[in-house]
């Protein structure tokens, strides 16, 4: 069981907008920043949002990040065939001296 | 430009040990640190543990504390993930991936390598 919770699933159809949520702690999102990655099949993970709410360089802006308390979200709008894949949050976490913690996951389909 | 080239796939024996790579180039190797990311077929990303090449601070998350060992050669840039004997739950897909600060809190994977998938079968 992840320390972040994600939904496992979530679906949206061309065009579209769809919200991904991260839920955490204290000691997690509720004092550190949120990062999202994207898996696009058979690929390794791709940074897609840092520090909440920043997109790197070449990520559309069609992505965005917000965070709230324990609580973070990432909203994909206009949505296209090519963003089906798995998304994961992702913060450091204060109790583990250690590296950060990821979220379950989840899937994304593009009906 | 950065790059981080992991070595090849691997099939084991259960109880065999094993040491897989991961070679940076293109940046300063030793002012950034790196880590190891697990993915079990089918599953979700588990961070294994970090290592700050410059003076081997090195950190484990809990559950792989004592199960793997995690070092790097600053003189040839590589960064390592070792078993000592390797079990079929060992069985995924493991990333190396560099963090983009030199703060492991606010960081965030900015590189990843290809990933290496390991294998350990009877």
């Known amino acids: 069981q992840s320390v972040l919770t994600q939904p496992p699933s979530a679906s949206g159809t061309p065009g579209q907008r769809v919200t991904i949520s991260c839920s955490g702690s204290?000691?997690?999102?509720?004092?550190?920043?949120v990062n999202w990655y994207q898996q696009l099949p058979g690929t390794a993970p791709k940074l897609l949002i840092y520090?909440?709410?920043q997109r790197p360089s070449g990520v559309p802006d069609r992505f965005s990040g917000s965070k709230s308390g324990t609580s973070a979200s990432l909203a994909i709008s206009g949505l296209q065939s090519e963003d089906e894949a798995d998304y994961y949050c992702?913060?450091?976490?204060?109790?583990?001296?250690?590296?950060?913690?990821f979220g379950g996951g989840t899937k994304l389909t593009v009906l | 430009e950065v790059q981080l080239v992991q070595s090849g796939a691997e099939v084991k024996k259960p109880g065999e040990s094993l040491k897989i790579s991961c070679k940076g180039s293109?940046?300063?190797?030793?002012?950034?640190?790196i880590g190891w990311v697990r993915q079990m077929p089918g599953k979700g990303l588990e961070w294994m543990g970090i290592i700050y090449p410059g003076d081997s601070d090195t950190r484990y998350s809990p559950s792989f504390q004592g199960q793997v060992t995690i070092s790097a050669d600053k003189s040839i840039s590589t960064a390592y993930l070792q078993w000592s004997s390797l079990k079929a739950s060992d069985t995924a897909m493991y990333y190396c991936?560099?963090?983009?600060?030199?703060?492991?809190?606010?960081?965030?994977?900015?590189?990843w390598g290809q990933g290496t998938l390991v294998t350990v079968s009877s």
């Open positions: 293109g940046y300063s190797f030793t002012s950034y640190w």
């Open positions: 992702a913060a450091w976490d204060d109790s583990l001296n250690g590296p950060g913690v």
């Open positions: 520090s909440n709410n």
């Open positions: 991936a560099r963090l983009s600060g030199i703060a492991v809190a606010g960081s965030f994977v900015d590189y």
């Open positions: 204290s000691s997690n999102i509720g004092s550190n920043t």
